[in-house]
């Protein structure tokens, strides 16, 4: 990256107080800066950021179509594929938003970013829809890997007076708490890493399922043993999921482990529904996967929770182009959140037809995709909605780094918090 480059990093980074590139009034259409999301999200409130976060290029042109080449073909790709239970067509959505932000906003989508040189791996990359040109082979073959009794077992060491550490029974859990106001750094020894704790924030390193459903509650109650205007003790105004979906092309690059369609949610089943407040709200990111939809929504009823909006996250390049077809069968370029809302103890929620699915509320985030499993930081969009946006009980499950004010709660949740995946600053 040459210096006049790195300096316009540099000044957006150092000075900017928001990740959002364009938004409308009714906040229906949304262009977010990924990284930078991700950035932000480091400090309290108001505060510019310390670091700036390592990333890949941003694409500059879609993707070569996989997509069947004549009418025919697409015909009987489509005879072959089990009709989607309730699925709503987001093509005219999308377009519509995308036309939206074009007509207003004339920039580059997306800020200049810090590259992060890439080293060739020794094993042979295999490119598949572009996975693995978005993936860093030199941070991927550093990056330390930590397990739950590896990090347990050097506590005493890594954390100093301004991060603390608690430890469950039997070692299944450890939990990493900043209650400052300033980000700390946590230095462990084996493998030799640091880490970068956000402030006001929580960090609870476990495999996630019943055998530690005990030890969550535990922590839960621990960290929030009062109640607020809106959430019990141990209870939270927002819980966001990224579930680790079974996914042919991530298994094949081994970026992350998944868990089959079903599992994700399956091992949450018993475990969540007392921790969300009522009039809570829940998020969860799902893949296109007519099984994976359905498993969500299934878990939002069994949970109390009521459908109430869906956000859908086109992925585009840096002039605003989707990286796939839209309306392509076998890859789409966008994401969705489900997003509902836990139903007073009056209420029953009710299951998600097809009519309803219709009515539902639906927001537009553009933003040009960053490494694989870095999603858009979503606290800047959901604060608005808090009771409170400045005291309010948040956290992510399955997350892969923490959030200032937050709890993260996986096994991944130190993830891109290592110093690895940051550079200073100057």
């Known amino acids: 990256m040459n210096s006049q480059v790195q300096g316009q990093v540099n000044l957006d980074h150092g000075i900017r107080k928001t990740a959002i590139l364009y938004q409308n009034e009714q906040k229906t259409v949304t262009l977010i800066d990924i990284p930078l999301s991700i950035s932000l999200a480091q400090v309290t409130p108001g505060q510019s950021c310390e670091r700036i976060l390592l990333s890949t290029p941003p694409l500059e042109e879609p993707y070569p179509s996989t997509e069947p080449k004549t009418c025919a073909a697409r015909a009987k790709v489509l005879s072959r594929m089990a009709p989607a239970e309730d699925a709503y067509d987001y093509t005219d959505f999308i377009r519509k938003g995308l036309q939206e932000i074009r007509e207003s906003y004339k920039a580059t989508w997306c800020l200049p970013r810090k590259i992060r040189s890439v080293a060739d791996s020794p094993r042979k990359k295999r490119r598949l829809e572009g996975v693995d040109s978005s993936i860093d082979h030199t941070i991927l073959l550093q990056e330390p890997h930590l397990s739950i009794l590896e990090l347990s077992s050097q506590m005493t060491k890594a954390c100093t007076k301004t991060c603390t550490y608690t430890i469950s029974a039997g070692g299944c859990m450890v939990t990493i708490q900043n209650a400052t106001s300033r980000s700390a750094e946590m230095s462990i020894r084996k ?18 399922g019943p055998r530690t459903a005990w030890a969550f509650k535990y922590e ?11 959430a019990g003790p141990g209870q939270f105004d927002f819980i966001l999921l990224d579930p680790p979906w079974q996914n042919t092309s991530v298994a094949r690059s081994k970026s992350y482990k998944t868990i089959r369609d079903e599992g994700p949610l399956q091992l949450l089943h018993e475990e969540m529904e007392q921790h969300i407040t009522c009039n809570g709200l829940v998020g969860c990111w799902v893949t296109n996967k007519p099984i994976v939809i359905k498993a969500a929504k299934n878990c939002f009823e069994a949970w109390n929770v009521q459908l109430v909006e869906e956000w859908v996250w086109i992925k585009t390049t840096a002039s605003g182009e989707p990286v796939y077809e839209v ?4 890859r789409k370029p966008y994401e969705v959140l489900l997003l509902g809302r836990k ?3 009056t209420e029953v929620s009710a299951p998600v037809d097809g009519s309803i699915a219709k009515d539902i509320s639906r927001r537009l985030i553009a933003g040009v995709p960053d490494l694989h499993s870095r999603k858009p930081c979503l606290k800047e969009l959901i604060e608005p909605m808090m009771q409170n946006r400045r005291d309010y009980r948040a956290m992510e499950i399955f997350a892969r780094n923490m959030t200032t004010g937050w709890i993260a709660y996986g096994d991944e949740a130190l993830k891109f918090n290592w110093e690895g995946h940051w550079t200073e600053l100057p």
């Open 343 to 345: 139903a007073m103890p």
């Open 327 to 330: 309306e392509g069968l076998w």
């Open 220 to 230: 839960a109650l621990r960290l929030y043993p009062t109640s607020t205007a809106s």
């Open 191 to 208: 493998p030799l890493a640091i880490f970068h704790i956000p402030p006001h924030s929580e960090m609870i390193l476990s495999n996630i």
